[in-house]
């Protein structure tokens, strides 16, 4: 079930209109939550109530093109840049300086962007399941990692894609590529099946990473954005504290890129939890909440 108690509200951030779930006491420590693809705002069922029962005021927010959040349409609405800015506005529209952060899957990418870009907003970073950039851009030069990012190069197809994503296949990802049994409720289920609704949005988060790339320094999948393209901002060292949370049965990122380099983030640690897949929120819920619950206090 998802929890009880959680307000709904939407905050303009920028120039998107977010949809919010939150938990927690309204002048509690600010902790934003990011989901990853294809979830939403329910992802965190676990782990709002743990955060907003230490204290804190955490808000998953349905990023730009899921859920109940604005749409807007076309590729370079996703550029990376611009869902880190998302997160930085939401920030200040949430009336905080900074905030501590936490994402998995994209929600990582974007947090460790919003980290390197926008320091200023970051107190402490949480990543689950999502490899710093020059990690993954190393890896994607390997044939293992193409073969596990396969459904990346899929996803650059135009309409087929989002034919593909159906209710039933959504419920065949929830309910068999999760290390547990039951991992994810129907609720759950439910809640992602429907901020899914428009896959184009959700989709161009990869279309967009490739054709315009995460970095001047080098773009994901060793390919390099148009040169009529403006480039996105440089990668820098995220200075924030950061904890990583690996669930070691990830089907489609190798455990390798659990570490990130000393050299981007000098302040790291990981966890690695064994028993868990991709979706480590959902397989351990209870262990991720303790880690995190630890880490920003």
């Given at each position: 079930?998802?929890?009880?108690?959680?307000?709904?509200?939407?905050?303009?951030?920028?120039?998107?209109?977010?949809?919010?779930?939150?938990?927690?006491?309204?002048?509690?420590?600010?902790?934003?939550?990011?989901?990853g693809?294809?979830?939403?705002?329910?992802?965190?069922?676990?782990q709002?109530?743990?955060?907003?029962?230490?204290?804190?005021?955490?808000?998953?927010?349905?990023?730009?093109?899921?859920?109940?959040?604005?749409?807007?349409?076309?590729?370079?609405?996703?550029?990376?840049?611009?869902?880190?800015?998302?997160?930085?506005?939401?920030?200040?529209?949430?009336?905080?300086?900074?905030?501590?952060?936490?994402?998995?899957?994209?929600?990582?990418?974007?947090?460790?962007?919003?980290?390197?870009?926008?320091?200023?907003?970051?107190?402490?970073?949480?990543?689950?399941?999502?490899?710093h950039?020059?990690?993954?851009?190393?890896?994607?030069?390997?044939?293992?990692?193409?073969?596990?990012?396969?459904?990346?190069?899929?996803?650059?197809?135009?309409?087929?894609?989002?034919?593909?994503?159906?209710?039933?296949?959504?419920?065949?990802?929830?309910?068999r590529?999760?290390?547990?049994?039951?991992?994810?409720?129907?609720?759950?289920i439910?809640?992602?099946?429907?901020?899914?609704?428009e896959?184009?949005?959700?989709?161009?988060?990869?279309?967009?990473?490739?054709?315009?790339?995460?970095?001047?320094?080098?773009?994901?999948?060793?390919?390099?954005?148009?040169?009529?393209?403006?480039?996105?901002?440089?990668?820098?060292?995220?200075?924030?504290?950061?904890?990583?949370?690996?669930?070691?049965?990830?089907?489609?990122?190798?455990?390798?890129?659990?570490?990130?380099?000393a050299?981007?983030?000098?302040?790291?640690?990981?966890?690695?939890?064994?028993?868990?897949?991709?979706?480590?929120?959902?397989?351990?819920?209870?262990?991720?909440?303790?880690?995190?619950?630890?880490?920003?206090?």
């Open positions: 079930m998802l929890p009880e108690g959680v307000e709904h509200f939407h905050v303009q951030a920028g120039a998107v209109r977010l949809h919010c779930a939150a938990m927690g006491p309204a002048d509690g420590p600010l902790v934003l939550l990011l989901h693809f294809p979830e939403c705002w329910a992802t965190w069922r676990g709002l109530p743990a955060l907003a029962e230490a204290g804190f005021r955490a808000v998953a927010p349905d990023l730009r093109g899921y859920g109940g959040s604005d749409k807007p349409r076309g590729v370079e609405q996703y550029r990376i840049e611009k869902l880190a800015q998302d997160v930085a506005d939401l920030v200040a529209a949430l009336g905080r300086e900074r905030a501590d952060l936490v994402g998995h899957d994209w929600g990582g990418a974007v947090a460790w962007r919003v980290a390197m870009w926008h320091p200023a907003r970051v107190r402490k970073l949480a990543i689950l399941n999502s490899p950039p020059a990690d993954l851009s190393r890896a994607m030069r390997t044939l293992r990692q193409i073969r596990k990012s396969w459904y990346m190069f899929l996803f650059q197809l135009p309409f087929l894609p989002e034919r593909l994503i159906t209710p039933g296949r959504l419920q065949f990802i929830f309910r590529t999760t290390a547990r049994k039951g991992a994810y409720e129907q609720a759950e439910a809640a992602n099946i429907d901020a899914m609704r896959p184009e949005g959700p989709l161009n988060y990869y279309r967009a990473a490739l054709r315009f790339g995460g970095t001047s320094h080098a773009a994901p999948f060793g390919l390099r954005p148009s040169p009529a393209k403006p480039a996105p901002p440089r990668w820098e060292p995220v200075q924030a504290e950061t904890l990583v949370i690996w669930g070691e049965r990830d089907r489609w990122l190798g455990s390798e890129l659990a570490v990130p380099d050299r981007w983030v000098p302040r790291a640690r990981v966890e690695r939890i064994a028993d868990a897949s991709h979706f480590v929120q959902a397989d351990a819920p209870d262990e991720v909440s303790r880690l995190l619950v630890e880490f920003l206090r």
